[in-house]
């Protein structure tokens, strides 16, 4: 990844990894996706982020996955929303950092 911390992997990847796991699909999180989520490798991989609108600044949308029992995967996306008028990371401080 751009940070350094991440792998990038293709379906020849994915392929061997699924085989040697007796698995037909993976599902991963936490990397940015405009639409809140992106299906890859033959539908064979999907990457899903919950975070709309990551950091107050990427504009993407946040998306959840549902299995339903024919075990399809079923998406819902949303938008950010407006928060309230709190200086950044106040909360990181307790309820006493809300009032600096």
Same mark, same amino acid.
């Given at each position: 990844?751009? *940070?350094?911390? %991440? #792998?990038?992997?293709?379906? !020849? =990847?994915?392929?061997?990894?699924? /085989?040697?796991?007796?698995?037909?699909?993976?599902? *991963?999180? $936490? &990397?940015?996706? !405009? &639409? +809140? #989520?992106?299906? &890859?490798? %033959?539908?064979?991989?999907?990457?899903?982020?919950? @975070?709309?609108?990551?950091? !107050?600044?990427? +504009?993407? /949308?946040?998306?959840?996955?549902?299995?339903?029992?024919?075990?399809?995967?079923?998406?819902?996306? #949303?938008?950010?929303?407006? $928060?309230?008028? =709190? *200086?950044?990371?106040? #909360?990181? @401080?307790?309820?006493? %950092?809300?009032?600096?």
């Amino acid at each position: 990844s751009k *940070r350094g911390v %991440g #792998y990038s992997f293709g379906p !020849d =990847i994915t392929e061997s990894f699924l /085989k040697l796991n007796g698995l037909q699909l993976l599902v *991963r999180s $936490h &990397e940015v996706k !405009d &639409e +809140g #989520y992106l299906v &890859e490798h %033959g539908g064979k991989t999907i990457t899903v982020f919950s @975070a709309p609108n990551y950091c !107050d600044s990427m +504009g993407n /949308k946040g998306a959840f996955i549902h299995f339903d029992e024919t075990c399809e995967p079923k998406f819902t996306q #949303y938008e950010a929303v407006p $928060h309230p008028n =709190i *200086r950044p990371m106040a #909360y990181a @401080a307790g309820m006493g %950092g809300l009032f600096m």
